[in-house]
């Protein structure tokens, strides 16, 4: 099983619809959790950190579920410009032990 | 202000070859380190450094080393090119403790093994 788990999609939406992914993790010890998006051919960037209260960014929200040991995001109002994978992160204390998840395609249809 | 810069861009190699990947960051960062994204894998941690002078060994090891000689700049070398190492490969910089701060990516090198 892998420590972080994502759903790899694709998500096929239209403009303006809203769309949830989730995101599992294994190890209890997680200690911090991200959002990252990736277009494609292109380097991952950060798209919010995700934090214990949960967190909205504009039309982003992010929420931790520690007892069920996921994380979400939440997209209101999809854009076109929202198409892109969406990697999820659980990180550790230590440096070396920072685990991406594989990403989950999302493409918003007009 | 051009954050972390990779290269080359693009590389071809024959099985065998040695080459050796560039990571610069100009944003003072203390942490560096190199993934391997494959697909339905994710990004997987090769080498890491702590700070300048330092290395340590990621999730994939094997087959690549790492050096950090300056603080702004992380090399990656492979010996010794094998089929299985091609990836898309990106190097990333953190301030600090990495599992608190998110990480700063390059635009990645994508290598091919013939």
């Known amino acids: 099983r892998k420590e972080v788990e994502q759903d790899p999609g694709p998500f096929n939406v239209p403009e303006g619809a809203t769309v949830a992914f989730n995101c599992t993790y294994s190890?209890?010890?997680?200690?911090?959790f991200f959002w990252y998006r990736q277009d494609c051919r292109k380097e991952p960037k950060l798209l919010m950190s995700?934090?214990?209260s949960g967190n909205e960014d504009g039309r982003f929200t992010a929420q931790l579920n520690r007892a069920s040991q996921y994380i979400s995001l939440l997209i209101r109002d999809s854009k076109l410009s929202d198409s892109a994978t969406y990697l999820c992160?659980?990180?550790?204390?230590?440096?070396?032990?920072?685990?991406f998840g594989s990403g989950t395609r999302l493409s918003i249809r007009p | 202000n051009a954050g972390v810069t990779q290269t080359p861009k693009f590389r071809v190699l024959k099985t065998g070859q040695s080459m050796t990947l560039l990571c610069a960051q100009d944003?003072?960062?203390?942490?560096m380190y190199w993934y391997r994204q494959d697909p339905g894998m994710g990004l997987r941690l090769i080498h890491y450094s702590v700070g300048e002078g330092t290395t340590a060994k990621g999730e994939v090891p094997d087959g690549y080393n790492v050096s950090r000689l300056k603080k702004q700049n992380f090399l990656l070398g492979l010996e010794s090119a094998a089929p299985s190492q091609t990836s898309v490969y990106f190097c990333?910089?953190?301030?600090?403790?990495?599992?608190?701060?998110?990480?700063?990516f390059g635009d990645g090198t994508r290598l091919s093994i013939l």
């Open positions: 992160v659980a990180g550790y204390s230590s440096a070396s032990k920072i685990i």
């Open positions: 190890n209890s010890a997680s200690q911090s």
């Open positions: 995700v934090y214990s």
């Open positions: 944003m003072n960062h203390e942490y």
């Open positions: 990333a910089s953190s301030g600090t403790e990495h599992s608190n701060q998110p990480q700063h």
